[in-house]
């Protein structure tokens, strides 16, 4: 049973570019929800994503953006990077449930130049 | 807001130790606080969940117990190996979350020494 996957493992962009992340649940799974974790810090909520929409949001800009596609699987966007961009930016999906632990992925190491 | 802090940032101590992590979460209402290890560049691998109605939970050589009134929790290593070395992170989800998103703390980075 495949666990969470996140593509690509690596990323090099140049200040002002776009990128797309990618993230497939674990099986099973129909919440995905994206964090963002800078060096030697503790992840941060970015959004969840349930049934195609939003559910919830972190204090991010709207540059920041997603979408969930009917297999549940996740894509993260952002636009206009920023060196302070660079980051690890992980994806974790779980059951909608209240209770459900979040499995997260290994993450997508994003570097701005 | 919730913030939650972990004590302290970075340990080091030598194999066979046995270690307590802390944790420390501003707004006691929560539904459950979970417990994560991540190694260098890698993602966040689940260890403990503890339900706000739950005291402590347990897992081989890993004890985690949650006091909700006092927001805090402690993560109680027994018999440290040097594959323990990692970064621990404690993350809790709050109640009036509409989904469950974790508010993480700034982790404790564990150096078990042979």
């Known amino acids: 049973d495949a666990g969470v996957t996140q593509s690509p493992t690596h990323l090099i962009k140049t200040r002002g570019q776009q990128v797309t992340l990618r993230c497939s649940p674990k099986?099973?799974?129909?919440?995905v929800s994206w964090y963002q974790q800078a060096l030697g810090q503790g992840p941060q909520f970015i959004f969840q994503y349930y049934e195609e929409e939003e559910r919830q949001r972190g204090n991010f800009p709207d540059r920041f953006s997603g979408h969930q596609f009917p297999n549940y699987s996740s894509e993260l966007n952002v636009n206009a990077l920023l060196l302070g961009d660079s980051a690890l930016y992980l994806c974790?999906?779980?059951?909608?449930?209240?209770?459900?632990?979040?499995?997260f992925g290994n993450g997508t190491r994003l570097t701005v130049t | 807001k919730q913030e939650v802090t972990q004590i302290p940032a970075a340990l080091s101590v030598p194999e066979g130790e046995n270690l307590v992590l802390n944790c420390s979460f501003t707004d006691s209402a929560i539904y459950n606080l979970q417990w994560f290890r991540q190694d260098p560049g890698k993602g966040l691998t689940s260890l403990l969940l503890i339900q706000s109605s739950q005291r402590e939970q347990t897992s081989g050589r890993l004890n985690a117990s949650l006091d909700k009134s006092s927001g805090r929790s402690t993560l109680y290593i027994a018999a440290s190996q040097p594959g323990d070395s990692a970064t621990y992170l404690c993350?809790?989800?709050?109640?009036?979350?509409?989904?469950?998103?974790?508010?993480f703390g700034g982790g404790t980075r564990l150096m078990v020494k042979p």
């Open positions: 993350a809790v989800r709050g109640l009036y979350n509409a989904g469950n998103m974790l508010t």
């Open positions: 974790a999906s779980s059951w909608t449930g209240v209770e459900s632990p979040l499995h």
């Open positions: 099986s099973g799974h129909d919440t």
